[in-house]
């Protein structure tokens, strides 16, 4: 079992940064992927960014690519999302996810409760 707790979201001005943070509960946290993803008004949940057990591996959507990074503290159970040049329609609910090896099942993954980002044009 694992808890996700998110933090870090706010309103922001475009083309200004943010950074989410995501602190998971538990001994095992080093066992799991972790990923982003958001959910805008009236749109489905996306896929945002994805970084793999060890941090080796990083994955990121289209729409995010060189402006978003995640990254994990394996000693804290953290995982990081820093977003830069944030554009209007990065506004969404960004809920932090783990995953072990289901293939990011939305069923079988934890999510964490989201946190709100607003980007004002």
């Known amino acids: 079992q694992v808890q996700l707790v998110e933090s870090g979201g706010g309103l922001v001005q475009a083309g200004g940064s943010l950074r989410l943070s995501c602190a998971a509960s538990?001994?095992?946290?080093?066992?799991?992927?972790m990923g982003w993803f958001r959910q805008a008004p009236g749109k489905e949940r996306e896929f945002v960014a994805a970084?793999?057990?060890?941090?080796?591996?990083?994955y990121y959507a289209d729409s995010v690519k060189g402006r978003f990074t995640i990254s994990r503290d394996n000693a804290k159970n953290t995982v990081y999302l820093q977003m830069n040049s944030l554009k209007p329609e990065d506004t969404a609910v960004y809920y932090c996810?783990?995953?072990?090896?289901?293939?990011?099942?939305?069923?079988?993954?934890?999510w964490g409760q989201g946190t709100q980002v607003t980007v004002s044009s």
């Open positions: 996810a783990a995953d072990r090896a289901t293939g990011w099942d939305p069923d079988a993954v934890y």
């Open positions: 970084i793999s057990w060890s941090g080796g591996s990083t």
């Open positions: 538990g001994r095992t946290f080093s066992s799991y992927a």
